[in-house]
């Protein structure tokens, strides 16, 4: 069994900067990718951001030059810095890791406004 947690959600103005985290436990042998995907109501979810276990990124265009993702292998933890957000980064954001299949976490809601 493997346990995905996500945090650091909340409501951030327009401009504001956001980091998500998102840590992996329990039955882990091989991680592979980890990533964050993003969700609003009536739309399918979104890729936002991947990184493999080598480091290589991948990034939706429309954060591309805004979020970061970076990877902590020791703690089998990912995180999701979040720049210059706007109102369109409104979203539930879910964390997954690869360990044969995709586990997701329960997701962290993201609210960018003023």
């Known amino acids: 069994q493997v346990h995905i947690v996500e945090s650091g959600g909340g409501l951030v103005q327009p401009g504001g900067s956001l980091r998500l985290s998102c840590a992996a436990s329990?039955?882990?042998?091989?991680?592979?990718?980890m990533g964050w995907y993003r969700q609003t109501p009536g739309k399918q979810r979104e890729l936002v951001a991947a990184?493999?276990?080598?480091?290589?990124?991948d990034y939706a265009d429309s954060v591309k030059g805004r979020f970061t993702i970076a990877r902590e292998h020791a703690n089998n933890m990912v995180t999701l810095q979040m720049n210059s957000l706007q109102p369109e980064d409104t979203a539930v954001y879910y964390c997954?890791?690869?360990?044969?299949?995709?586990?997701w976490g329960k997701g962290t809601l993201v609210t960018v406004s003023s």
């Open positions: 997954y890791a690869t360990v044969g299949t995709m586990y």
């Open positions: 329990g039955s882990i042998f091989r991680l592979g990718g």
């Open positions: 990184i493999t276990n080598r480091g290589n990124t």
